[in-house]
T-cell receptor, first 115, second 110 residues
Framework: EPEVTQTPSHQVTQMGQEVILRCVPI?????FYWYRQILGQKVEFLVS????????KSEIFDDQFSVERPDGSNFTLKIRSTKLEDSAMYFC?????????????FGPGTRLTVT | KNEVEQSPQNLTAQEGEFITINCSYS?????LHWLQQHPGGGIVSLFM???GKKKHGRLIATINIQEKHSSLHITASHPRDSAVYIC????????????FGKGTRLHILP
């Protein structure tokens, strides 16, 4: 069964460093998402991406964040200068919106630890 | 006020017990998603439903659109069911927008 994959599973970085989190969505999906979950808190929406552009972003998704679909398969989240408070689990999701279904399929997540 | 409320926040039960987790929401939705998150952190989709009831194995999900309420039931619970169960709603007219509940932490004792 097709699935969303994410790499790395765990990333440790120092404050101020840039990180890139990678996702490979399900191949025929057209909508892509990033979510964040700070330890002990609920999952929060960061950004949605469709047709090679951001369709919506939350207030969390400030200028330090960017997303890109550099080729036909990868979808990346970049954090330019990480802060301690960026430590969280980051989930990628994708959906195909076919037949009126927008069900999102989630990747296993990347745990980001900023020290 | 949270747009999606789950209860209880934490639940401990003995193996074999019937489990009910509730989700209430205050916004118009097109669908509701029940998700399971294991201690390792990964999120697994359980059900997506917009009306009625769905069953998969020992899991049953129901939704009442008029009352803006959904329940997730686990029959004959097992320690491997221990996880966080998350309710997430798809906003009506904004099917790409999901709002998550805080989750219910379930612990099944052997």
């Amino acid at each position: 069964e097709p699935e969303v994959t994410q790499t790395p599973s765990h990333q440790v970085t120092q404050m101020g460093q840039e990180v890139i989190l990678r996702c490979v969505p399900i191949s025929n999906h057209l909508y892509f998402y990033w979510y964040r979950q700070i330890l002990g808190q609920k999952v929060e929406f960061l950004v949605s991406f469709y047709n090679n552009e951001i369709s919506e972003k939350s207030e969390i998704f400030d200028d330090q964040f960017s997303v890109e679909r550099p080729d036909g398969s990868n979808f990346t989240l970049k954090i330019r200068s990480t802060k301690l408070e960026d430590s969280a689990m980051y989930f990628c999701a994708s959906s195909d919106a076919s037949g009126g279904s927008y069900e999102q399929y989630f990747g296993p997540g990347t745990r980001l630890t900023v020290t | 006020k949270n747009e999606v409320e789950q209860s209880p926040q934490n639940l401990t039960a003995q193996e074999g017990e019937f489990i009910t987790i509730n989700c209430s929401y205050s916004v118009g939705i097109s669908a509701l998603h029940w998700l399971q998150q294991h201690p390792g952190g990964g999120i697994v989709s359980l059900f997506m439903l917009s009306s009625g009831k769905k069953k998969h194995g020992r899991l049953i999900a129901t939704i009442n659109i008029q009352e803006k309420h959904s329940s997730l039931h686990i029959t004959a619970s097992h320690p491997r069911d221990s996880a966080v169960y998350i309710c997430a709603v798809y906003l009506i007219g904004r099917d790409d927008k999901i709002i998550f509940g805080k989750g219910t932490r379930l612990h099944i004792l052997p």
